[in-house]
């Protein structure tokens, strides 16, 4: 029945190849359940074993090729991906349901970070210290870790893939990536370029299938010397625990409930224009997506009715078309998943004020599209304050100093974004110094992060690592620290210069 329908392969070993069993599985569009993108692999622990060995044998070529040259390669990437951009932000654009101009960004986002990465490359830099010690020379120098294992998300499928694969390949490794279940095309791509950029075969390698058939055994393969996982809080900790008895290291970016402070003296429409951009944008589908906002009492009243009206607005429906702002959540269950919530927050006794459905009728019987929905008179118990939603939803908490909205932002589990509307610096600085989150920003919303500085959270959200910017490479490397004794003599250290 799906005879027409393109079939994608695995990339294992610098070959396109399907996966053992045979078997694919459907990606459609969520924004048009009709549109079928195309077949990928349903590969289990036998493809992982193939990419992975793939990945082990490539490793000693790989690390041995100087820096510089392994950053020419990424430049290539990066190069490529720049012509390729309209296609990929497209093809994204169906298999994920965001709009084009965020498609574009996701793509732009990849791209930045090859060209970063690939000038990391000849930077890559250690540090040379005096010894305590005469005609003694001391420095640290970076080394690769082996064969890397990676597990992405659906919500940014080319520039996540990108945060992790970049920095792993200049610091000498190797990779196996499996890619979201929902969005294999964007990594597809991703190797495609990687295969015309000339890195030898089996550097990368790309498995596509389930959480529970690729995921699975590729975290827990002891080959692998550090998974580097994006999503849930509840799969991070499997990662943790699969990685714990071998103190396998794994990097965890999970989730997120992102609070946006307005103060009384805020520039309101600029706090508007933020927070609708924070909410909505992606379909609230980010890990920083603004899932709160914290409003001063006394301008609560007219930021919450100017919101809900300019949310009312929001034209919702296919990414392709230019003129709408807004796609469809990922898949049926993200949909459901929202839609629980919402039926959460009416129980809890929050206040509705617009949204709150499916949308159906017409084109949108096909695809999972949710109205931006927005809750008012949310208190801090309640689930929809504390709870990761990842969709269309915001509520609305009010508070009466900046001291009470900083409480609030913190109040939650998770610690990835936030940000405050504010003119006054001191209270900027103030919260920015206070609230305890990973990123932060000042008159901006939640989302926006560039990849030049850190990403990640705290509490939840993360286990201390950071994506992007310099901090990805302590992720991707491990220290060596050297000694060199030109003394010729045998010098104890902290023994024979002691006095
Ligand atoms: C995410 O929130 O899931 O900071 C990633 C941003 C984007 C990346 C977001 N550059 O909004």
């Known amino acids: 029945m799906n005879s027409d329908a393109k079939v994608y392969k695995n990339y294992i070993n610098g070959e396109w190849v399907e996966s053992v069993s045979g078997e694919t599985y459907e990606n459609r569009n969520p924004a048009d359940k009709r549109e079928l993108i195309g077949l990928f692999q349903k590969s289990d622990s036998r493809d992982v074993d193939a990419a992975i060995t ?33 296609e990929i932000a497209r ?30 490359g000849r930077r890559m830099f250690g540090e040379t210290v005096p010894s305590e010690m005469h005609n003694k020379f001391q420095m640290s120098i970076r080394q690769p870790m082996g064969v890397i294992g990676m597990i992405t998300p659906w919500n940014f499928p080319i520039a996540i893939p990108s945060w992790k694969i970049f920095p792993a390949l200049v610091c000498g490794n190797t990779v196996v990536i499996k890619p979201a279940t929902y969005t294999p095309l964007s990594v597809l791509h991703f190797m495609e370029i990687f295969e015309e950029s000339g890195i030898p075969k089996g550097v990368v390698n790309m498995v596509t299938g389930s959480g529970g058939a690729v995921g699975d055994p590729l975290m827990r393969d002891k080959r692998i010397k550090l998974v580097s996982f994006t999503g849930s809080s509840e799969v991070g900790r499997l990662v943790s625990e699969a990685c714990a008895p071998d103190f396998r290291h794994c990097m965890l970016e999970m989730g997120g409930k992102n609070g946006q402070l307005v103060m009384d003296d805020a520039d309101l429409d600029l706090a508007l224009e933020g927070a609708l951009w924070g909410a909505f944008g992606t379909t609230g589908q980010r890990c920083t997506a603004t899932s709160r906002i914290i409003v001063h009492k006394d301008v609560i009243e007219e930021f919450t009715e100017r919101f809900v009206e300019r949310a009312k607005k929001i034209k919702i429906g296919n990414g392709l078309d230019e003129s709408v702002e807004m796609g469809p959540a990922v898949s049926e269950s993200q949909m459901n998943t929202v839609l629980n919530y ?31 929905t927005v809750f008012g008179d949310v208190k801090e118990d309640m689930r929809i304050f504390q709870e990761e939603i990842f969709g269309s939803v915001v509520s609305i908490a009010s508070c009466d100093s900046l001291e009470d909205g900083i409480n609030k932002l913190n109040n939650v589990p998770y610690g990835l974004s936030a940000s405050i509307y504010s003119k006054n610096v001191n209270r900027a600085f103030r919260a920015m110094r206070d609230v305890y989150t990973g990123i932060f920003y000042i008159n901006a919303p939640t989302i926006g992060a560039e990849i030049s500085l850190p990403f990640g959270g705290t509490k939840i959200t993360g286990n201390g690592h950071r994506e992007a910017g310099k901090q990805a490479l302590e992720v991707f490397s491990e220290w060596k620290a050297v000694y060199i004794d030109f003394s010729g003599v045998l010098q104890r250290a902290q023994i024979d210069n002691a006095e």
């Open 342 to 372: 919402i039926e959460i927050g009416k129980k809890e006794g929050a206040r509705l004020l617009c949204g709150g459905e499916r949308l159906t009728g017409g084109d949108y019987d096909y695809g999972w599209f949710t109205q931006p």
């Open 91 to 120: 093809d994204m654009t169906r298999e994920m349901g965001k709009i084009l101009k965020e498609t574009r960004g996701d793509t732009q986002e990849a791209i930045d970070m090859g060209f970063y990465m690939a000038g990391e």
């Open 54 to 86: 793939a990945a082990a044998e490539a490793y000693d070529e790989w690390r041995l090729t100087p820096a510089p040259k392994r950053g020419e390669i990424l430049f290539k990437a990066a190069q490529l991906l720049k012509d390729r951009k309209e």
